[in-house]
Structures are given as C-alpha cells and as structure tokens.
C-alpha cells in the first residue's frame, strides 16, 4: 500500500508536468517540467521526502536500466546512419571529452573565485 | 516459441532484468569502467535477439513499459537535488555558468566538427542537441529538420561514453571539487552520466541530476536563436 501511494503521487507530478508543458509557448520536455514541479513541491514542504522516498530511491538506483529501450533501439534504427558511422563516432567523442572538461573547469574556477570573495568579505569586519 | 516470449511485455522486460542485474554484477566483480552495466546489458541483449532471429524493433516495442517509466526517474532527481540543496545554494553561480559553457560548447564544438567531417544538414541537426537528455534532444533535432532517430541514438551513445569516461576524467583532468564533477557528468552525458555519477558520491550524482534540468533549459533557450 506504502509504495502504491508512492507511484501515485509520483505519476501524479509527472502528468501534472506534462499537462504544464501543453500551455508553454516552446517546445518543452515533460519530464523536467516534473522534475521541476518535483523540486518545488519538496522545497515548499507541501510534500515530505519520506512520502516518496523508496519508489524514488529505487528509480534513482537503477535509472541506467531504463534507458535499455532506446539504447537497443540503436541496433534497429542502424541501417540510417551506418554509412556515417566513422564520422558520427569522431563528433560523439571529441565533443563530449570537450564538453566535460570546458564545464570542469568553468565550475571549478567560478568556485574558486566566489570562494575567495567570501573569504575577503568575512575578514572584513 | 522463444520469440515470442522475447517480444511479450513479460518475456521483454525479464530479458531486460536479467542482463542489467549481470551488467551490475560484472562491474562489482571486475571493476572496470568499461563494464558499463547498460552497456553489457544492450550487449548481451542484442546477441540474444541476434541469435533467436528477433528482430530490435519487436523487442523494443514490447519493453516500452521501462521506457515509459523513463519521466518519473528524470522527474525524481528532484529528489536527489532537493538532499543536496545547501550545496547547490551555495554553488549556484558556479553551477549556472559551468552548464553554460557546457552548452556552448557541446553545440558549438559539435557544429564545426560536422561541417569539418561533411556531414549534411540533417545529420547535423541530429547531432547539436546530443549532450541533453533524449526528451528534450528529440524535440530539438525535430525543430531544426534533424532525424529524429539518429538523435535518440547519439544522445544514448553520448550518454554512455560518459558513464564511461566519466572517473577516467576525472582523474586525469584532476576534477578535485565534486560540484565540478557532477555538474560536468551532467552536462556532457545527461541522465545517463547522471547514473554514474549517483555512484561516485551523493553531492556528484544531485549536481549531475542539477546539469541536466540547467543545461536542458539553456540549450532550448539557445536554439530558439539557431
């Protein structure tokens, strides 16, 4: 019964996010409107962590699993880009090793700076 | 027979059960990133339907039950934030300007690399909006005449190459902060580095799952302007 009303409410803020996407000018995805929704509904205490908490721990802990449709899908949809197969694997791999660290190390030195700041302002008396 | 066990809802989703929970156990038992649990799952998933004549498709129409429960694990990373959200208030800035050069630089990089490579026009709408996750990817490539099965398929394979490379890099680009970490899983691989990151500490896996709404946001924004 416990994880029931877990599903529920969490299948609840889901169809609640897609139904606010409809009304959004762009283009949005559903699920980050939920996610979104998700965030606001914890941070506002209208909802409690525990009211929620298995069911989203155990799609936290296996969400690698559920992206095994699309990723076999891959092996159907092959015949569209076999030819450039080469290429696309090139673009994959320089991009997201450029992504990765471009985004470090913006993050890392942002970090750096706003530290810093903190530290001089709570020197100053 | 067995084919049509593998293309029933039952028979589809016990495939999909038993090869992931083998995935899992190879990579406790081995240790090597490599050994991406989604990706020894597709594998061995994939030799099965090769070896009993199924075709993908059949089987992928059968499992769309766990693709279908795909929204509610992106929606509760919520969950995940809302643990670590000292942490992003404390890091909000770093956070929000880290995604943006992300962003940037995915799209950007992305699109010289495919006029460098001679890609066409469609196939390059296919790849910019790679690196953010596979819901909003989709509707981006559809806007700008991408193909839209390409994209859901370089979005995966992005997805998983960072899972992958993910603690080699942030090894070797010596990534001491875990906000830098996560936030960089997030942003170049989506919810499927997000995965990865959940098992390298708590504070990466909410920064990565931070990534993804902030770079999935920001990444619509810029290609209302493409």
């Known amino acids: ?125 | 027979m067995i084919s049509e066990i593998l293309t029933s809802p039952l028979g589809a989703i016990f495939l999909s059960a038993v090869c992931f929970v083998l995935g899992s156990w190879l990579q406790r038992k081995v240790r090597s990133p490599l050994l991406n649990p989604l990706l020894v799952a597709v594998a061995l998933i994939i030799l099965v339907l090769q070896l009993t004549g199924v075709p993908p498709q059949a089987f992928t129409d059968a499992t769309q039950v766990i693709a279908m429960l795909l929204g509610p694990a992106t929606a509760v990373l919520a969950v995940s934030i809302y643990r670590q959200i000292q942490v992003l208030k404390r890091h909000f800035l770093p956070v929000v300007l880290g995604c943006l050069a992300g962003v940037l630089t995915s799209v950007g990089s992305a699109y010289l690399l495919c006029s460098l490579l001679g890609l066409d026009r469609a196939l390059t709408a296919s790849m910019l909006p790679k690196s953010v996750t596979t819901a909003i990817s989709m509707e981006l490539s559809r806007q700008q005449g991408g193909i839209v099965a390409v994209t859901v398929a370089v979005t995966v394979c992005t997805g998983i190459l960072g899972a992958v490379l993910a603690p080699l890099l942030v090894r070797l680009l010596r990534i001491r902060h875990p906000v830098a970490a996560g936030v960089a899983i997030g942003a170049s691989s989506h919810a499927i580095g997000t995965s990865k990151a959940l098992e390298l500490g708590e504070v990466e896996g909410a920064m990565s799952g931070v990534a993804i709404g902030v770079s999935g946001l920001l990444t619509v924004l810029i290609f209302l302007f493409l």
């Open chain 1, 1 to 125: 019964m416990k994880i029931l009303k877990q599903i529920s409410i969490l299948l609840g803020v889901c169809i609640a996010g897609s139904v606010i996407t409809r009304f959004l000018p762009v283009p949005f995805p559903a699920s980050v409107a939920a996610m979104i929704l998700l965030l606001i509904l914890l941070g506002t205490g209208l909802l409690k962590l525990h009211q929620i908490e298995q069911t989203a721990d155990f799609l936290l802990q296996n969400m690698a699993f559920f992206f095994i449709p699309a990723a076999v899908g891959i092996a159907a949809d092959f015949g569209l880009f076999k030819n450039y197969l080469l290429q696309l694997a090139v673009v994959l791999v320089i991009t997201t090793l450029l992504t990765f660290a471009a985004t470090a190390f913006t993050v890392s030195a942002v970090i750096r700076l706003t530290e810093r700041r903190r530290q001089r302002k709570g020197q100053q008396p």
